[in-house]
């Protein structure tokens, strides 16, 4: 077995520190050893997008990043997005409005991706949004919900909803 | 009364939870000590086990035991599972073995069982289990398996032939031999997995003090669950709880009863340590049943009108290596196929044939998308051939709703005569003509030619029997604290479940939606219970949900009114309060008259008092409840790529009475977007040899949100007679009738080309092999 690093991540603005394995993935760390169950792990091969979390603000496939890559660097989850306390953000607050979610499973992928969109491009188009979100499969939807909280939660927060 | 619920777009009670990451699903159950396992499986399709050496895994670091068929506990180390719905009509009774014992039947089958430290050691200690495999021939596809001389699926069974049975009423020759017209149509048909977005997982736990074994999994059916275990265990299933959690989709393949839920239940107990699996996307490819090939032989005879006069055919089904789930898939669908239309004479010869493939059994539409598929096929055909428009035809051969209730002729799954209970079929294509502004169509075609584009409308008709049986419980309980505890054998793997049944019992017992505290999916919160299939919760869970909060809220008012000194006409409930409606109007709360109920300790009940409040329903519907609707798709085919293109959906769409618009909206849009995938791309494909080849989300494609536009839903509302609520089941209608309803869009986007499409899925390659057949790219070229 090759032998354990030490990593040290911010993970939703904490400093978590931890010795893994190098083939550890980064799904695996935030889900087995920080605990945070958030993070969903569908395919394991790159496709669905459940995995979907933000490194330094980007979206990365939790399954195919080891948890080594991310020493040094800021990750946020589903657990880092809302106001805390359980309370729902604007983007999560639309989720709910248009039934934009079913079983949850992809939820915590849409939400990260979709975050990202909305920091990168206030005002997006419909097929935009499709178009982003195409690396995210969800089963139960049909996606219609989804893109209507999107759409919904860009116009909240351009008209400055906080 | 307060708000009412009832019918309301409530927005959904499971989704806070979900939205901020404090969900529960299988995978996120963490038990100190808790072990991980990995299955060895078949490689081969078909293989006889000559040994197995788990030597080298079991001193792999880590690696706390290797368990065989031999390992297990009895019974089940030798017995074969439960079937869940035998039949007398299935000729092989065939499930298989837990742990495989000497043969095994399809790629994927689970043979050992590695328990490790981790996912990942116990991985590597699963490439260290050495098996040795004598492969037998293997037989793939299942037309050539009920060839004579065919490979055998099984070793010890003469033939592949798993069952045959025909479905029959009228005179079905006398309509063929005196017909003005017959058209003939051969369809293959294939659908793939449930693809639930979470796979399946089990996590067990045995608690050596209350000598409970809770078994937590990824199931549609938890309390069918704790038999299957209780009777491979031996074990008494008081001693067994089974916990469907927050399940991330279930589409059906997770309503089947697994081998690995068994095998991790009797590792828990023999190693005396908590174990947890869960299955990665390749072994869902391989493992979790699927729905696949079917191909229809089919006929319609018609009069010079194109009013229907017979349909006859045969149907060849692939039930893969055994038949966990018994035929109903097969049945299913030869019942459906009359759908909406008068039928005066019908024959369908039925084959369900063995290959060495994992197990199929239903997956959203069980059946019903195969049997709509081909029955509007042959409507489409009757309209070309007669040049009558398709919309014309259907409507022309509708049941009228004053024929309701219309009985088929025949014998539908639930063992009752098919006899559709309500129901507006030529409302309901009229809405969905009008959504889809079907009168603009030809303009709208015309102008597309002219600007080089293809573009073609497509409809589809279907009738699904929903709501099915045995029953659902609902306990209603008022605790001393105030809150409504409800408890339902009922399931959620997104249905919104907990906010339905809080919408139906907020209303009838009188307490606020937020104070209702659901126990959805344990088999320790009702003795009975069934789960999720056959769009059957609504059904049967909500009629019982309405049933125990109607029978609560009397025993409340009785409470009350003795307490407050009124007549019980006088007590109106109100927010979880009695309120006197007399006097100064005193109240009492729910949580006061809770205490109450419970008597005093050393006087007796006031006489005919039953203590507690609480009851527990069990609805059991009559007969299965038909829902039915329209689909009409406006499609553009890139006739250079194949490319498939929606351009508009529209869905009129009747499950009797709704609930939740939110909710059934979103099933309907949903179950579209399935069908979208069954239409156009998702194939699991095996070679000859029976190895699967598409066992990734790369090789395997799934609808995109660019492949599915936003539906426009329009809900014709034909109560059902049959349960206290009228609803109909609504989870599967929106997947039934997309396949026929685009491959027709399709077909007529390519009218120019006079091609004809008969199978599903319709992907580009096809579509392009076809335009090529067609001359398309000589003409264009020329
Ligand atoms: S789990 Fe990472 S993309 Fe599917
Ligand atoms: S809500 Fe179930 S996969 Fe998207």
Redesign the pocket.
Known sequence: MIAKRNISVEVNGALRQAEVEPRLTLADFLRHTLDLTGTHVGCEHGVCGACTVLVDGRSARSCLTFAVQVDGRAVTTIEGLGPGAGGLGVLQEAFQRHHA???????PGMLTTLTELLNDNPDPTEDEVREVITGNL????GYAGIVAAALDAARRLREGEA | MGVKHFGARVARLEDPALLTGRGRYVDDVNIPGMLHACFVRSPHGHALIQSIDAGAARQMPGVHAVLTADDLPAPMAGARMPMLVPNAAIAALRTQHCLARDEVCYVGQTVAVVIAESRYLAEDAVAMVEVDYDPLPAVSDCRAALEPGAPTAHRDLPDNLASAFRQSFGDVDAAFAGAPHVFRESLFQHRGGGMA?ETRGVVAHHDRITDLLTVWSATQTPHIGRRMIADLLGRSPERIRVIAPDV??GFGPKAIFYAEEAVIAAAALLLGTPVKWIEDRREHFLAATQERDQHWDVEIAVEADGRIRGVRGSLIHDTGAFVPWGVIMPYIASATMPGPYVLPAYQLDVKVALTNKVATTPVRGAGRPQAVFAMERLMDRVAQGLGIDPAEVRRRNFIQPEQMPYAVGLIFRDGKPLVYDSGDYPKAQAEALTLADHAGFPARKAAALKAGRHIGIGIANYVEGTGLGPFEGVTVRVQQNGKVLVATGATNQ?QGTRTTLSQIISDRLGCRIEDIEMSIGDTAAIANGVGAFASRQAVNAGSSAAMAAEVVRARVVQLAARALGVPEAEVAIEDGKAIAQSGNRPEIGFGDLARLSQGMPGFSMAAGDMPGLEHTAYFTPPQASYCSGTHVVEAEVDIMTGGVRLLTYSVAHDSGTIINPLIVDGQVQGGVAHGIGNALMEFMKYDENAQPVTTTFADYLMPMATDVPTCRIAHVESPSPLNPLGVKGAGEGGTIPAAAAIVAAVEDALSPFGIRFSETPLTPERIVEALTVAGAYKRAAS
């Open positions: 979610l079913q079983c949850g499973f992809c939820t969800c089963r139960c939807t | 977005l991330g989709g997104g």
